[in-house]
């Protein structure tokens, strides 16, 4: 195993009236991570991010970034401390150009977007930071053309540039790979394997091409709790994981 | 792997381009001019539709760029008119020092609404400003020993920069007036051109992606609802400077209702839409004042119907789509 | 003092049910629909002007007026819903808001050419006038009228809502439209009728209203603010909330019209504003 763990959730558990969408999941996600969560639809996947990430505030449990407890910290602040999330549905903003968008995730981050009397082009580094990050993704040709034009599987792409832009340490992934057609996955498969060795990213997914490929480690979610943490093979080999994806028919 | 790389040049140009400064708006300026020269008798209405139209830009600042409906904006309008009568009342009839007061006393009261304006939406947050704008009225109302009450009250206006003597004829009140929806107009351009503007649109746009992305965006609205309100008390300033001055009815719902009536007619979220709601819809008023009202209410609320239905992005967004249609 | 101080309340309490009939509709389809419909006041100022007409130019008595008032209420209303609100539905606040304001501009104007601008009394049945002796006060016998109506429709409702299968699917698509049309709801039949009934209850209310605040062209706006006091208050779509905002709004608006004519008002924005401030849904709304 490799060394301290950079996001660690203890026990966090959720109830919405008599519903358990989180029962008592404890995650340890190491500096430079490759960690997949699957499981049925329904499971408490996205549940999870989102109390991870401060959208939703747990009932119960414990969750540390860096050392630090993050449990109470408002999800805005968690950004700025190195935990970003993309959404499983494209959550752009969609009369603004992928460089719009990007430049102002920059700003946010350093903290120039209050100023209101600084022209936008005077923020140099910002922008040369930003269509970096654009041609990283091989989004540059598209960068002055408006987010809501875009063919969907750029727009996946543009959810992971301004995640990026955030310069997290964690990144969570919620399926990057939804909804896009096969000949735009390929752009896809080699951002994700291009990003950073240390920077520590847990995603869902349903393409399990795309999980046995990048994983390193698997979380395996089944009604809001841990059914099995493990390695790829043994996984991929356990009876139990085979019989929740293929469903409820006992075959004896 | 990090890629050190600038810009690429279609996209550095896009980005300035974004801000350029267009032939149509130095016409537009330079338009402005003009009744000067060719209407001198209509000056006085020329300086009511700049204050119009400047009242209507601070409300394009909150509506049409950071997304807050308010149905009660007149409030900071009229308490900018308030102050600076009040200051002119109690001897200091000095107009720019006026409109400096009156940007702060409006500022102040901005600033602390807006703790209230930023945390609540949809129905909560029109009842809310209108109720806010309602309730200021009834005050100013039942003040009636400092504010006049429903007579309102008289003031007299020193002369700008100690030369310009507020004539009859309105020549220095337009030119005053002009200059300062100018001035409103380099500010709200820098404004909207800056990361601030671009975090403004971004809440507008998709509001949920803001925390997403580590801004504590509640600040910026804030930020503009305070910016907004100063420029709005600036107006209602130079609404009693310019004509010596002030009644109730600065605070009143029905200038409420009539600035965003010019700012849908012109078109939000487009800097000049609401300039050019004014000039029209004061025009019309003026030239229909003669009617009979209820014609009045009867095509407005037509008028209003048919852009909601028709042309939603107003009049600057009818045009922009037929440029672009051109363009193809 | 203690009399007129109660007799003070019951004309507020009375006030309140004429509120409540006006407004429980727009708080019902505006919790359904989710669309800010600001012209609600001005079919319950078509009600009105419709019992005016029935009463004067064809001699209905007064009673059979406000059935009357109610269809015309509804079918008018379902007439603009089905050609033009539709149009909007998912447009946006703001939109919604001018688009019926507008609507309300034109309502008032095209009344005040046909009508005139004056107010347009009525002659009420005589078991409607005068007032009944209690306890050795006297309350006005249209008020207990319009009491006994409020609670009659607000009991109604409940039932209708709690007890049918209409109002068993009513409720299903305010929880939940998309799930609701899953499972084979036609939820835009639903909107249809819910807005004519909502309209309807307004027209009703507007025709209630004649006699005690009186009808004129500026109807349509003046009690605009009300209504949205109280929906926003009570909670989008509660009959509930409505009832007990309305009831509140009624009595603190005579009271305060009798004890504190200066700060009456004032005390009732004020206390609008920072309701809303904690309780943004209202008194009884969700989510």
Not at chain 1, 10 to 39: D, M, Q, W, Y
Not at chain 1, 127 to 146: G, N, P, S
Not at chain 2, 283 to 311: E, H, K, T
Not at chain 3, 182 to 201: E, H, M, N, P, R
Request: proline residues 3%.
């Amino acid at each position: 195993m490799s060394g301290t763990a950079i996001l660690r959730t203890e026990g966090v558990t959720k109830k919405f009236g008599s519903l358990e969408v989180a029962r008592n999941i404890s995650l340890s996600l190491p500096v430079g991570a490759r960690h997949a969560l699957i499981g049925p639809n329904g499971a408490g996947k996205t549940t999870l991010i989102n109390l991870i990430t401060g959208r939703l505030k747990p009932d119960a449990g414990r969750i540390t970034l860096d050392g630090e407890d993050i449990t109470t910290v408002a999800a805005a602040e968690r950004v700025r401390r190195g935990l970003t999330r993309t959404f499983q549905i494209n959550t752009l903003f969609p009369g603004l150009t992928p460089i719009e968008s990007v430049l102002l995730a920059v700003c946010e981050r350093k903290n120039e977007a209050g100023q209101f009397w600084r022209r936008l082009t005077g923020h140099a580094e910002a922008v040369d930071e930003a269509f970096a990050i654009l041609k990283q993704l091989r989004l540059d040709d598209a960068a002055t053309r408006e987010t809501r034009h875009l063919a969907y599987g750029q727009q996946r792409l543009l959810e992971i540039a301004l995640a990026l832009a955030t310069r997290p340490k964690v990144l969570l992934l919620d399926e990057p790979a939804a909804g896009v057609p096969k000949d735009e996955s390929a752009a896809l498969f080699s951002v994700i394997a291009a990003l950073p060795a240390d920077m520590a990213v847990l995603f869902i997914e349903h393409d399990m091409n795309l999980v046995f490929k990048f994983a390193s480690r698997i979380t395996v979610l089944v009604a809001g709790a841990v059914l099995v943490e493990a390695d790829p093979e043994i996984i991929r080999a356990d009876p139990r994981v085979r019989e929740v994806y293929l469903g409820q028919a006992h075959h004896g | 792997m990090r890629v050190e790389t600038t810009a690429s040049g279609p996209t550095q140009t896009w980005l300035r381009r974004r801000s350029r400064i267009t032939a149509v708006e130095i016409a537009f300026w330079l338009a402005t001019l003009l009744p000067f020269v060719l209407f001198p008798s209509y000056l006085s209405l020329a300086s009511q539709i700049a204050i119009g139209a400047l009242f209507a830009l601070s409300v394009d600042l909150v509506l049409g760029y950071a997304g807050i409906i308010t149905l009660g904006h007149a409030m900071f309008f009229g308490i900018g008119a308030y102050a600076a009568a009040i200051l002119a009342k109690h001897g200091w009839g000095e107009p720019l020092t006026g409109l400096l007061v009156a940007a702060l006393v409006a500022g102040a009261v901005g600033f602390v609404t807006s703790f209230i304006i930023v945390r609540v939406q949809h129905l909560a947050l029109i009842m809310i400003t209108l109720g806010l704008g309602l309730l200021t009225y009834e005050l100013a109302n039942s003040f009636s020993s400092v504010t006049g009450g429903t007579d309102g009250l008289g003031v007299e206006i020193w002369p700008v920069l100690g030369a310009f003597d507020f004539d009859l004829w309105g020549y220095t009140a337009y030119g005053y007036a002009l200059a300062a929806l100018f001035i409103g107009v380099l500010l709200a351009r820098r404004l909207v051109n800056s990361s601030f503007g671009l975090a403004l649109t971004g809440i507008r746009e998709n509001s949920a992606r803001m925390p997403a992305i580590g801004s504590t965006y509640r600040v910026h609205l804030q930020k503009i609802y305070v910016i907004s309100a100063c420029m709005a008390g600036v107006a209602g300033a130079l609404l009693t400077e310019t004509t010596g001055t002030v009644s109730l009815d600065t605070l009143s719902f029905q200038r409420s209702a009539d600035v965003v009536v010019m700012l849908i007619l012109g078109g939000s979220g487009r800097l000049y839409g609401g300039i050019i709601g004014a000039i029209i819809f004061l025009i019309a008023r003026d030239r229909l004042s003669d009617m009979n009202p209820q014609y009045w209410y009867f095509w407005i609320g037509l008028l209003l119907m048919a852009v909601v239905l028709v042309m939603p992005g107003g009049i600057l967004g009818g045009l922009s789509r037929l440029v672009r249609r051109e363009a193809r | 003092m203690i009399g007129s101080l109660a007799v003070v309340l019951f004309d507020g309490f009375a006030f309140g049910m004429l509120l409540f009939v006006l407004s429980v509709g727009l708080s019902v389809t505006l919790g359904l629909m989710n669309f800010t419909n600001l012209a609600h006041c001005a079919f319950g100022m078509l009600g009105g002007y419709a019992v005016v007409v029935a009463m004067r130019s064809f001699g209905l008595p007064f009673l059979l007026t406000l059935p009357l008032a109610f269809i015309v209420a509804a079918l008018v209303s379902v007439a603009f819903e089905r050609t033009i609100f539709r149009r909007l539905y998912g447009a946006g606040e703001l939109n919604q808001v001018l688009l019926t304001i507008g609507l309300v501009f034109v309502a008032a104007a095209s009344t005040a050419y046909f009508f005139g601008t004056g107010q347009q009394p009525i002659v009420l049945p005589h078991y409607l006038q005068g007032y009944v002796e209690w306890g050795g006060l006297r309350f006005g016998s249209y008020r207990i009228f319009l009491v006994v109506m409020a609670l009659v429709i607000a009991g109604l409702l409940v039932l209708g809502l709690e007890h049918t299968r209409f109002g068993a699917r009513v409720r299903a698509s305010v929880d939940n439209q998309r799930v609701a049309q899953g499972l084979g709801l036609d939820v835009d039949s639903i909107f249809a009728i819910t807005f004519a009934l909502g309209s309807g209850l307004a027209g009703l209310g507007g025709a209630l209203a004649i006699e005690i605040v009186g009808l004129d062209p500026s109807f349509g706006f003046h009690y605009l603010v009300y209504v949205l006091i109280v929906v926003a208050v009570g909670g989008l779509g509660s009959i509930g909330g409505s009832f007990l905002a309305a009831a509140l709004l009624g009595i603190f608006d005579v009271a305060g019209k009798y004890f504190v004519p200066d700060m009456g008002a004032f005390l009732i924005y004020l206390f609008m504003v920072v309701l809303l401030f904690v309780r943004p849904v209202g008194l009884f709304g969700k989510r």
